[in-house]
């Protein structure tokens, strides 16, 4: 088609500037501790590629003094990058765009309150990690046991995700109570849906935490019952992973077509996607836990096919957001069954960096459902494969996603400006080439037996040793490599911005919306079925919940039936 004259949704105005400055300011708060979080966890990664290359640098002295074990390192790695980062900068994200989408007033108190309350959790939770007395890996998984601050950290910390998604919850119930027969509009939508998404999957977590670990941690319970924990963690814990990557996906739906000069396909049909994560993400957790006791295979062949069915709304975003690249890339004069690509604008580092985490992921797509079969699991569970599988979807598809998008809403939120798009693109570039040798590397460790979480450079046996591990062993190590020179890259880009001055007004970077080839439309009495039917986000919340009640309920009743418990363990 032809681009249209352009429909572009005009935010509301915003006209109390000091409401808008701290709003801003709030955001930007949540994003800065994002990547802080990220660059110290970061620092850590390169020291895990060399184990893996055979490599060990934990004797290092400075490493030595700084950490005690392989362990603790490879716990303040996960933790800081895939709880600590992710949770900041979703929600800043997800807190500042439906504020903005609906122009709305939200009590900017109650929005510091949030922030300084997470942050005061994490921090809670840090102290024990710093100390090695929280040397349990990211799962913290009984009976491995940890002090009492960090459960009390991480449920602060959890607790204050929720307040945010009660304050979006709130404003969004509020602008349709004033605003009856409107349609909301699409990044609100998706924003609301996820966060919906987040509360029922946070649960599982809330539970094991606040009922089984902290009680156990204090020594107010002899012991813990690890399955129980272990399946209430990945109630929560797969359906994060959506939690993670979904705020990508309202970029690459929402804003990256403008950042390529294109329009989004369709809006009902993202709407119909967000509503399937919705509906689906929580009731798969099962499949991490194929090879575990006490759970009847019934239940985990039937949380294998919800797993495949939560596939779909992902391969529907590959085609929607791929014909969106493409209808982009026609309008610029693209010609060709692929040769149209060349016309992206692909020096830019805000979109390439968004495109290159969306190739990444349908490799990690890929490897998702190799996991998720349970004929394929025993060969790749608790391997190497497994970390290779999730550097290219929590590691690149929301990693370089977040990283992508930072480069235009640190300008937005601050007035400052982007010192260097040729660096910024180096590093973007060098991320992905980086992340695709590791994956190359681990999924080829992982399929030639070589366990994760070992630090196998440490040890002297010969199985890590064999000449057909060699190649793989040294992709892993030169990825190590190459990532690091990206992270310095893109953090020098980062904090230089950061401490520039401020050079303009932030709104002169708007928030990219894109105009929509088959926009919802405004009105619910006009509008397509497909819209008018998922709308009702309330009442798809509470379906939501009733089938993951439905589909845990049985398991869980079964492990609480016939408890075992046991004491902790200190094992670093
Ligand atoms: Fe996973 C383990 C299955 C998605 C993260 N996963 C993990 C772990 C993490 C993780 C952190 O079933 C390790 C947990 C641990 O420590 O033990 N995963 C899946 C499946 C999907 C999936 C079926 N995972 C993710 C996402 C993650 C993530 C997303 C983070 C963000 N995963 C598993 C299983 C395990 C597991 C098992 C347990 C393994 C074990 O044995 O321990 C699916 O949701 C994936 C669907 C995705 C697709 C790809 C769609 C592609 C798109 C991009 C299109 C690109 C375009 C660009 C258009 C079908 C949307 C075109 C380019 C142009 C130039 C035009
Ligand atoms: C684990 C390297 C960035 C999240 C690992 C492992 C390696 C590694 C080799 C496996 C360790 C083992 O199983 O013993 C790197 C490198 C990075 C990097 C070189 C880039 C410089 C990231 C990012 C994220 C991330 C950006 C997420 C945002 C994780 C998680 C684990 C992990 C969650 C699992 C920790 C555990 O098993 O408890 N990393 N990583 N990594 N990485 Fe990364």
Redesign the pocket.
Known sequence: QAPQQATVRQMPAIQDVAYLASLKKVTQYYIVTAFLALFIGVMIGPLQAMNYAGINLYELPFIKALLKSYYQGLSLHGVLN?LVFTQFFISGWMLYLPVRDLGARINMKFAWFTYVLMTAGLLLAAVPLLLNRATLLY?FYPPMQGDALFYIGAAIMVGASLLVVGQVVRMWWSWKRAHPGRVTPLVTFMSVAVWMMWFVASLGIVIEVLVLLIPWSLGLVAGVDPLLSKTLFWWT?HAI??F??LPAYISWYAFLPRHAGGRIASEPLTRLVFVLFLLNSVPVGL??QFSDPNISNVWKTIHMFL?FL??VP??M??FS??AA?EDAARARGGRGLLGW?LK?PWGNAIFSAQ?LA??S??L??AG??V??SSSF?PV???TAW?PG??HI??GT??TLSFMGISLWLIPHLTGKRLPSMKLASAAVWTWFVGMMVFALGMHWTGLLGVTRRANIAATAQDIYKTAELALPKALTGISGVILLISALLYFSVLFRMLLSKREENGEDTPIPYSEAISPAGEQLATASPLVRVTEPLMVLWVIALVLVLLMYGPVLGKLVGNLQLVPGWRLY
């Open positions: 895939a799962t814990g992973v959506y993670w990557v499949h991490h797993t939560i596939a992902s391969l975003t590959a957001v791929g690249l690509t992206l495109v969306m190739i992921f349908i990690g797509g998702g459902i996991n998720a699991a790749v569970h608790n497994i599988h999730f979807t929590v598809a929301t």
